[in-house]
């Protein structure tokens, strides 16, 4: 079987395929794995959702490799597909003695499992990683633009109103205001886009956990955490939110090039906007002991519009006024989930490619980092 099927068979259309090829793949290549069931949330059949972790080395392991998927749980497909091809490369069976690999599937299953980027309570786990003993981040600019971002009808008429609106309010504000609005995060608003919570979620607390019992000696760890939406179509845009020129900053240009690491072509032309909750900031935090080198790694899909529009649609769904045609509401759903991983075979082609050659780097960085 050549490489190419291998990767376009890693990809599942369901969640429930998608949690049974990670645990095949799993066993195949002699991993450990161990299950995390939400206490709660079911899948769309009213089965049980997890977060699966498929571990390879020794606990008390110094150096260890971390990969995550399904974070924004539409973008999990590609993600899981990722971690599968992994799985199937083989080479997690020859480990050095100091090194092990822990690869975390499913970390929204809710998200996952309905193919919607948020949570059962409509959270964005990319943006719960902050302390809530604090006064929440703000974000004014989001308020102001809610609902033109989120109208209550959405069919041309409408969209095209609300898009206006959002235009006019750019050209008064600036393209560089926009961009942080919309990808910063905001809580405020528990039905709104990019909303980060006002509580720790059962995925962000899980996560914690994984890392306390999986990872209880890492001194030096490799991150990746596997998106989708941003950057050019099936290729890879990497965010490293290392601060820049930092030992991690650079250790990741040696492990992906400099080029890739220093990429902000992702945001239509503007700077990369500040970010509250991340992921990558969460494990950063939860492991204190560790240098952390990694970096979120985007493939695109669709232009950042369309993208975006997506991302409103996905929202509406959900909250929205909904009481059109069964069919086409099951439509557009579908059309949200290829949106973020895209049916395409080129494409998932394309993607497993670089991913494969993502993960070896990070791979052979960690083995080589002294």
């Known amino acids: 079987m050549s490489e190419t099927i291998k990767g376009l068979d890693s990809f599942s259309e369901t969640y429930a395929a998608a949690k049974r090829k990670f645990s095949e793949a799993c066993e195949t290549a002699q991993g450990t794995l161990y299950s995390y069931r939400h206490p709660e949330a079911v899948d769309p059949d009213g089965e049980p959702l997890f977060i699966h972790v498929a571990t390879w080395g020794v606990l008390k392991a110094s150096n260890a490799l971390l990969i995550i998927s399904g974070t924004h749980g539409a973008e999990g497909y590609t993600g899981s597909a990722a971690q599968i091809a992994l799985m199937q490369s083989g080479v997690l069976a020859n480990l050095p003695e100091d090194v092990s690999v822990v690869l975390v599937h499913g970390l929204n299953p809710y998200g996952f499992a309905h193919s919607t980027r948020t949570n059962e309570n409509n959270v964005d786990i990319n943006r719960n990683f902050i302390d809530f003993s604090k006064p929440l981040p703000e974000n004014r600019a989001y308020l102001e633009l809610h609902p033109f971002l989120c109208p209550e009808q959405w069919n041309p008429?409408?969209?095209?109103?609300?898009?206006?609106?959002?235009?006019?309010?750019?050209?008064?504000?600036?393209?560089?205001?926009?961009?942080?609005?919309?990808?910063?995060?905001?809580?405020?608003?528990?039905?709104?886009?990019?909303?980060?919570?006002?509580?720790?979620?059962?995925?962000?607390?899980?996560?914690?956990?994984?890392?306390?019992?999986?990872?209880?000696?890492?001194?030096?760890?490799?991150?990746?955490?596997?998106h989708t939406g941003l950057g050019q179509p099936g290729e890879p845009f990497f965010l490293c939110f290392s601060e820049r020129g930092s030992p991690e900053?650079?250790?990741?240009?040696?492990?992906?090039?400099?080029?890739?690491?220093?990429?902000?072509?992702?945001?239509?032309?503007?700077?990369?906007p500040p970010y509250n909750g991340l992921v990558f900031y969460g494990v950063r935090d939860a492991m204190p002991q560790a240098a952390v080198t990694g970096a979120v790694v985007e493939f695109g899909v669709l232009p950042l519009k369309e993208t975006f529009d997506q991302l409103r649609i996905d929202r509406w769904l959900r909250f929205g006024d909904v009481s059109g045609d069964a069919v086409q509401l099951a439509q557009l759903r579908r059309q949200v989930h290829e949106a973020f991983t895209s049916a395409d075979p080129a494409w998932r082609s394309q993607v497993i490619a670089h991913a494969q050659q993502i993960q070896l780097a990070a791979l052979e960085g960690l083995k080589a980092w002294t």
């Open 157 to 226: 008429q409408t969209k095209a109103e609300a898009d206006e609106a959002i235009e006019r309010w750019i050209e008064a504000n600036g393209r560089e205001a926009w961009t942080e609005c919309i990808m910063k995060g905001q809580y405020e608003v528990p039905s709104g886009l990019q909303y980060g919570g006002q509580a720790a979620q059962w995925s962000s607390d899980s996560l914690r956990e994984i890392l306390a019992k999986h990872l209880p000696a890492v001194k030096k760890l490799g991150f990746i955490d596997w």
């Open 249 to 272: 900053w650079l250790r990741a240009c040696e492990w992906w090039s400099v080029q890739a690491i220093e990429n902000d072509d992702g945001y239509d032309g503007s700077d990369r």
